[in-house]
């Protein structure tokens, strides 16, 4: 008998059994906390909460789209100059207190998150974010060129009464202001609170980890990094909103997390997003990291069926009004399902990293939209594509076209 070899094997036994026995007596950690019932958090009895920024970037997409529509309103014109002044937050166009001063823009936030513009997941690219900026700036050339006075028509841009409201059309029947609106919402919003504030790589990056656990604060600041990013995600959401008024204001996303909660196909959905923000806050607190990537994957998931639900509810609005005034009375719904649509390309989708739809295909439902003569003035084959599209972003995200085309 070979007892040098018997001797290493019953070392080799001895080794084992202590991991195993070492592995069985660990105890996996516990954490105790409460989940406040408002987005209420303190540290030394000061608010640790601080998304000023969003709600700057939140207010001036609100007032570039109030410049359109009041431009449109008055029958003066909207200038494209003064818009692209204002996306950029150059020579002091905004009336908002603090805006101009502010040192924040929309321009250098859209198409700029961290896993999609910084690392090229979801299929993000440099030439993106400049096509997608590009596209914006586009708005503001059409806005002008549809308030010079002209009524708007077949491949003509200009005005459209739309019952007592004045909207500007460009030639392709597009309204500039709902696919700027829109667009915007999902191209910086969104992409901001899904593929920045909310991506383990910008919340866990360099020592952000171990400093919250470590309750390192930001230097003259209450929280730490970590915790503000968690911030500034929330705010992308709620900071315009407005709850001391009567009735309360809400703006853009949590807006429309509103209307689409208000059916009841889809009622647990503003209750699910508000918990999981608290709850993830609370849980970066408590350094509880597992609870909170939990509810990075529930608010992903519950916000990006927001532009999915109103991008099928317009476009079947806008198939129901056709027929009035050759197409133009559904333009613009058709202009705010475009940049719904649009928005579901900075959607991300839990354990991918990419959107529910892929830049390719969202590009293809658009061009779909616009591909008639004049765009959607090609009324006699629109209807078809409004359902074509309505089914795939229905099937895609497991609710019906009825469903989402119907409040009740």
Request: hydrophobic share 40%.
């Amino acid at each position: 008998m070979n007892f040098k070899n018997l001797s290493l094997s019953a070392l080799l036994f001895s080794l084992l059994a202590l991991v195993s026995c070492s592995n069985d007596d660990t105890t996996e950690e516990t954490f105790n906390y409460t989940v406040p019932a408002t987005y209420t958090f303190e540290r030394n009895a000061v608010t640790s909460v601080d998304f000023s920024g969003q709600t700057n970037r939140l207010l001036m997409l609100d007032e570039i789209g109030n410049y359109i529509k009041t431009n449109a309103t008055n029958g003066t014109v909207a200038d494209d100059a003064v818009l692209s002044e204002m996306y950029t937050n150059s020579n002091n166009h905004f009336t908002g207190t603090g805006l101009n001063t502010s040192g924040k823009q929309l321009k250098d936030k859209t198409a700029a998150s961290k896993d999609y513009f910084s690392l090229y997941f979801g299929g993000g690219t440099t030439a993106e974010q400049v096509s997608v900026r590009d596209l914006f700036e586009t708005q503001f050339d059409n806005a002008d060129a549809a308030s010079q006075g002209a009524s708007a028509s077949a491949g003509v841009a200009g005005v459209y009464l739309d019952g007592t409201s004045k909207r500007l059309f460009a030639a392709n029947g597009l309204e500039p202001q709902q696919v700027f609106l829109k667009g915007m919402m999902g191209a910086c919003f969104m992409d901001q609170i899904a593929n920045n504030y909310l991506s383990l790589n910008k919340l866990d990056e360099s020592t952000n980890k171990a400093d919250n656990t470590a309750k390192i604060l930001v230097a003259g600041k209450s929280y730490t990094t970590m915790e503000h990013a968690w911030d500034e995600a929330y705010g992308y959401i709620y900071g315009a909103d407005n709850l001391t008024v009567t009735p309360n204001v809400f703006k853009f996303w949590s807006s429309y997390i509103n209307q689409v909660n208000a059916d009841t196909d889809f009622n647990t959905l503003k209750a699910d997003i508000d918990l999981a923000f608290r709850k993830g806050r609370a849980a970066i607190v408590a350094n509880d990291y597992a609870v909170r990537n939990a509810q990075i994957d529930i608010i992903k998931a519950k916000l990006a069926m927001v532009p999915a639900v109103r991008a099928v509810f317009y476009l079947q609005e806008g198939k129901g009004k056709l027929a009035t005034d050759n197409g133009a009375k559904a333009f613009h719904a058709l202009s705010e399902a475009y940049g719904f649509i649009m928005s579901l390309r900075y959607t991300n989708k839990p354990g991918t990293n990419s959107p529910y739809f892929t830049k390719a295909e969202v590009d293809a439902m658009l061009a779909s939209l616009t591909s008639g003569t004049n765009g959607l003035w090609d009324i006699n084959n629109l209807g078809a594509k409004l359902d074509t599209i309505s089914t795939q972003i229905a099937t895609k995200f497991g609710f019906t076209v009825v469903q989402a085309a119907t409040v009740n």
